[in-house]
């Protein structure tokens, strides 16, 4: 895949984590459509070429438990996966996502698949730090902060800290 510069990215997390909001970020959509963002229903892909020339298409799926189940329709061929949370979600929530990280991370068809994990919401008062994120999420391995070539997010992506981290 690589040899094309085609990547295949599954942006995943609960409902209402922001992960609409963080793809249109990274495609550039204009300001004001990015803030009418609703909450995914079924799933969308999005296609453009970023910086270092790579074609990205990512694929933003539905978060709503209804949907989840189809998320494995769309693991074959992944090259990596983002995984969305919101930082201010208390902690049944996070609890909830981090069962469901869990249950990703155990996929066969993933065990090969870099991890992101975005922390989202950063702005806001109530948003958890990174750090704690990762312990909630039982991700004990935290790489030091070199992104996977090809998967740098534009530093114009405001209000969101992304945390690398490996998937063990
Ligand atoms: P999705 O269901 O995961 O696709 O979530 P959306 O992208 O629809 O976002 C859910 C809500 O969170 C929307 O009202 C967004 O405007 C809001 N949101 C998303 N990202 C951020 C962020 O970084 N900061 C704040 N304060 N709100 C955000």
Known sequence: ????????????????????????????????????TAPTQGFCIRTKVLVSGYRMHLWDIGGQRSLRAYWRNYFERTDA?????????????????????AALLSEPSLQQVPLLVLANKSDL???????????????????????????????SVPDATAETLANS
């Open 125 to 155: 008062a109530a948003a958890r730090p990174p750090q704690a994120i990762g312990e909630a999420l039982g991700l004990s391995r935290p790489v030091p902060s070199s992104p996977t070539e090809g998967l740098q997010a534009p530093t």
């Open 81 to 101: 996966l983002i995984w969305v949370l919101d930082a201010t979600d208390p902690q049944r929530a996070r609890e909830e996502a981090a069962a469901e990280l």
């Open 1 to 36: 895949k690589r040899r094309d510069r085609e990547l295949r990215i599954l942006v995943l997390g609960l409902d209402n984590a922001g992960k609409t909001t963080i793809v249109r970020r990274l495609l550039g959509d204009d300001e004001a459509a990015v803030r009418q």
